[in-house]
């Protein structure tokens, strides 16, 4: 952002800082900030979703949409890390983005979505996903959480769940405190703004029936078991896990076809995968406690500007706890890029 605009943000924060937005619950403070603009750009321009594109495990765009994927959570200023996997003689790659929590950070909420199509763009299956915790991630990224939040961008899902196979075996010795794979969200011919939960458990069905409700205005059919994308690893063995889907997908006459594209006329609803994406962000931000206020007003009164650059280079230079702003235990160069980064951003 060019200097004098960013100016003219600070300016106005500072008067949205005495107004009642501050005052807001998390919940609603964070779910305004996701954009429907932001979220369309994602999907059309880093994910690979035109005509004659492919995400397939061997396409040509499939490891570019996964450089892109990963440059986003950095600069978001997220701890994120590649996993790589091996598969019938095929290498793959989940991309795992962190936000540690503060005073729960063992309990972990992780919201996924594969990447990797059947030689197609995927743009509903399943970039649709795939943006929607992006821009979860680029909003939720600029605030504390109690609870630590997991933003996992999984591969090799259409070549029978290899990487949500893969990382729920790596981990499971981790508190998984609830779990949901969004496959499929940007389909809705209807426009009946309805939304199907698949998964063993209760509860969480459930929880996130409400959030969908409360914070994207889309109701939810409430289904059973159904092992057919990422959450299912973690599902088979108990832990709290859901498919999150748009209700009409069974009936999608562009599902693993080369017109799953966004420049097929009238076929991506732009506006409900956003609310989709509102209202699982809801239940992350409930779930995990996600705290108001945001990171990049770092000394707490209300307003970003450079008294928080200010505060921050004191706490980083005297190793204060609260300088490892990437959460990754240490304090480094990389908390001043991610600090510097939140604080472009603004709130
Ligand atoms: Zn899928």
Same mark, same amino acid.
């Given at each position: 952002?060019?200097?004098?605009?960013?100016?003219?943000?600070?300016?106005?924060?500072? @008067?949205?800082?005495?107004? $009642?937005?501050?005052?807001?619950?998390?919940?609603?403070?964070?779910?305004?900030?996701?954009?429907?603009?932001?979220?369309?750009?994602?999907?059309?321009?880093?994910?690979?979703?035109?005509?004659?594109?492919? =995400?397939?495990?061997?396409?040509?765009?499939?490891?570019?949409? =996964?450089?892109?994927?990963?440059?986003?959570?950095?600069?978001?200023?997220?701890?994120?890390?590649?996993?790589?996997?091996?598969?019938?003689?095929?290498?793959?790659?989940?991309?795992?983005?962190?936000?540690?929590?503060?005073?729960?950070?063992? +309990?972990?909420?992780?919201?996924?979505?594969?990447?990797?199509?059947?030689?197609?763009?995927?743009?509903?299956?399943?970039?649709?996903?795939?943006?929607?915790?992006? +821009?979860?991630?680029?909003?939720?990224?600029?605030?504390?959480?109690?609870?630590?939040?997991?933003?996992?961008?999984?591969?090799? +899902?259409?070549? /029978?769940?290899?990487?949500?196979?893969?990382?729920?075996? @790596?981990?499971?010795?981790?508190?998984?405190?609830?779990?949901?794979?969004?496959?499929?969200?940007?389909? !809705?011919?209807?426009?009946?703004?309805?939304?199907?939960?698949?998964?063993?458990?209760?509860?969480?069905?459930?929880?996130?029936?409400?959030?969908?409700?409360?914070?994207?205005?889309?109701?939810?059919?409430?289904?059973?078991? @159904?092992?057919?994308?990422?959450?299912?690893?973690?599902? =088979?063995?108990?832990? $709290?896990?859901?498919?999150?889907?748009?209700?009409?997908?069974?009936?999608?006459?562009?599902?693993? =076809?080369?017109?799953?594209?966004?420049?097929?006329?009238?076929?991506? &609803?732009?506006?409900?995968?956003? &609310?989709?994406?509102?209202?699982?962000?809801?239940?992350?931000? !409930?779930?995990?406690?996600?705290?108001?206020?945001?990171?990049? &007003?770092?000394?707490? !009164?209300?307003?970003?500007?450079?008294? !928080?650059?200010?505060?921050?280079?004191?706490?980083?230079?005297?190793?204060?706890?609260?300088?490892?702003?990437?959460?990754?235990?240490?304090?480094?160069?990389?908390?001043?890029?991610?600090?510097?980064?939140?604080?472009?951003? /603004?709130?």
């Amino acid at each position: 952002m060019h200097s004098a605009s960013r100016a003219a943000v600070v300016g106005v924060l500072g @008067l949205w800082a005495s107004g $009642p937005a501050l005052a807001s619950p998390p919940g609603d403070e964070v779910v305004a900030q996701i954009d429907q603009g932001s979220y369309q750009y994602i999907l059309d321009e880093l994910l690979y979703t035109h005509m004659g594109d492919s =995400r397939g495990i061997k396409g040509p765009e499939h490891n570019l949409a =996964r450089d892109n994927i990963n440059a986003q959570f950095i600069s978001f200023g997220l701890d994120t890390h590649i996993e790589t996997l091996s598969y019938g003689g095929n290498t793959g790659f989940n991309i795992v983005a962190e936000l540690t929590g503060t005073t729960r950070p063992d +309990e972990i909420y992780i919201i996924g979505a594969h990447y990797d199509s059947v030689k197609n763009p995927g743009a509903d299956d399943n970039a649709s996903g795939v943006a929607g915790i992006i +821009e979860m991630a680029r909003v939720i990224s600029r605030y504390d959480s109690e609870a630590t939040i997991r933003f996992i961008a999984f591969d090799m +899902e259409e070549i /029978g769940l290899i990487g949500s196979k893969n990382y729920n075996a @790596l981990h499971k010795h981790e508190n998984i405190a609830g779990m949901i794979s969004m496959d499929m969200i940007a389909y !809705d011919p209807g426009d009946n703004r309805r939304a199907t939960l698949y998964g063993r458990t209760e509860p969480i069905k459930q929880a996130l029936a409400e959030a969908l409700l409360e914070y994207g205005g889309i109701g939810a059919s409430i289904g059973g078991e @159904l092992d057919a994308s990422d959450h299912a690893p973690f599902d =088979r063995r108990g832990v $709290p896990a859901c498919l999150l889907i748009e209700y009409d997908s069974w009936s999608n006459p562009h599902y693993h =076809r080369q017109t799953d594209s966004v420049d097929t006329p009238g076929y991506i &609803d732009y506006a409900y995968a956003t &609310d989709m994406t509102r209202g699982a962000a809801g239940w992350l931000v !409930d779930e995990a406690g996600v705290l108001a206020g945001c990171a990049a &007003d770092f000394n707490a !009164d209300g307003a970003v500007d450079t008294l !928080d650059v200010l505060t921050f280079l004191n706490a980083w230079s005297a190793g204060d706890p609260e300088a490892d702003v990437n959460g990754d235990g240490q304090i480094n160069s990389l908390d001043a890029l991610s600090f510097l980064n939140l604080w472009a951003a /603004g709130c």
